[in-house]
């Protein structure tokens, strides 16, 4: 009688170390799908980024203005151009090959881009 319950108890332990293994062997292929697929949607993702900054780098463009020194911050420069129109400009690394100081009325030469709506300055020169 002890060797029929030891073999029916060593049978139940066996069918469910199987059934546990069944169903873990099932949560292991839908983690390894699901964690693929992340990884795909990563790769497409870093991929749509990198393009955009290709593109973006590749339309700014050095633009250059010349005009009068309205005003002159540590930040910023405005300008009235030769049509009268006033226009501002980020200084952020912006380098200066200038004889005198920024001060108003002094005519410069402005290299400049555009990025995210903004004008910055590249190079500040005396006009020519």
Same mark, same amino acid.
């Given at each position: 009688?002890?060797?029929?319950? !030891?073999? @029916? /108890? @060593?049978?139940?332990?066996?069918?469910?170390?199987?059934v &546990?293994? /069944?169903?873990?062997g099932?949560?292991?292929?839908?983690?390894? %799908?699901?964690?693929?697929?992340?990884?795909?949607?990563?790769t497409a993702?870093?991929?749509?980024?990198?393009?955009?900054?290709?593109?973006? $780098?590749? @339309?700014?463009?050095?633009? %250059?203005v010349? *005009? $009068? !020194?309205?005003? @002159?911050?540590?930040?910023?420069?405005?300008i009235?151009?030769?049509? *009268?129109?006033?226009?501002?400009?980020?200084?952020?690394?912006?380098?200066?090959?200038?004889? *005198?100081?920024?001060?108003?009325?002094? &005519?410069?030469? !402005?290299?400049?881009?555009?990025?995210? *709506?903004?004008?910055?300055?590249?190079? !500040?020169t005396? /006009?020519q």
């Open positions: 009688m002890k060797k029929k319950m !030891i073999a @029916a /108890a @060593a049978a139940a332990v066996l069918v469910l170390a199987a &546990m293994t /069944a169903c873990g099932k949560d292991t292929k839908e983690s390894q %799908t699901a964690a693929e697929t992340e990884t795909e949607e990563t993702e870093e991929e749509s980024q990198t393009e955009e900054e290709s593109q973006t $780098e590749e @339309a700014k463009e050095e633009l %250059t010349t *005009g $009068e !020194i309205v005003a @002159a911050g540590m930040s910023s420069i405005t009235r151009t030769e049509d *009268g129109s006033e226009e501002s400009y980020l200084k952020e690394d912006t380098k200066v090959e200038m004889k *005198g100081d920024q001060v108003e009325g002094t &005519m410069v030469t !402005i290299t400049y881009e555009e990025r995210d *709506g903004m004008n910055y300055a590249l190079l !500040i005396d /006009a």
